[in-house]
């Protein structure tokens, strides 16, 4: 079953899912691939890890939360898994390109197939897919928007939980 909320963000309302044991979305409203509320989805928006979740998300745009301590259970192949897994231990403040990250993950020759897995990551900010750029330091697409990649990667070089 899944339990669902919406947030309010500084950079616009997010949609929060959970099983109930683990987060398994965090879109934002005109994220490209935020999926549709379903007719068997239960609004709860004080459930211990929807609540706890959306703290951590409150903190991280306030500047005061650079890792999320959060179980997740995000749905995807073998392969988007081992990205979304690579992608949590870009450091917060930090950048890498789609190359770097398919090195390090040994697929040196898969750097488009990290770019797929990276735009249809459904857990945004706490799977920090918007850390990942360009081979030339460009920034490149983002589900969410690009004015948003912007400013999430401006919050974290600044760390003040100022977005501009």
Known sequence: MTRYTYIDSPLGPMLLMSDGSHVTGLHFQSDRYMPSVGTDWIRDDRHALVTE??????????GELTRFDLPIAPSGTAFQQLVWT???????????????????IGQPT??????????RNPISIIVPCHRVIGADGSLTGYAGGMHRKQALLALERCGTGQLF
Do not use: K, W
């Open 53 to 62: 979740a959306a703290t951590q998300i409150a903190r991280y745009f306030a």
């Open 86 to 104: 690579a992608l949590r231990d870009i450091p917060h403040g930090t950048t890498e390109s789609y190359g770097q990250l398919a090195r390090r």
């Open 110 to 119: 898969a750097s488009r197939a990290v770019g797929a897995a990276n735009s």
